[in-house]
């Protein structure tokens, strides 16, 4: 279960992402987490994935 707070979810996901996963797509299927509506969520706050970075920034 992913947090419901915008910002705990960002760090949730950045830690998992670079604690855990290979990239997004792997940590969305892992967690059954429809990837557009978690890049919606946390572009509402102005981050947005970057790949070369493996995190939200």
């Known amino acids: 279960m992913l947090p419901k707070d915008p910002y705990i979810l960002l ?4 830690a998992r992402l670079r ?3 290979a ?10 987490v ?3 509506s978690l ?3 946390l572009a509402g706050l ?7 970075y493996h995190q939200f920034v």
């Open 46 to 52: 102005d981050y947005h994935y970057d790949p070369a």
């Open 34 to 36: 429809d990837e557009t």
């Open 11 to 14: 760090s949730f996901v950045n």
């Open 19 to 21: 604690d855990q996963y």
């Open 23 to 32: 990239d997004l797509e792997d940590l969305c299927a892992s967690l059954d």
């Open 39 to 41: 890049r919606e969520t």
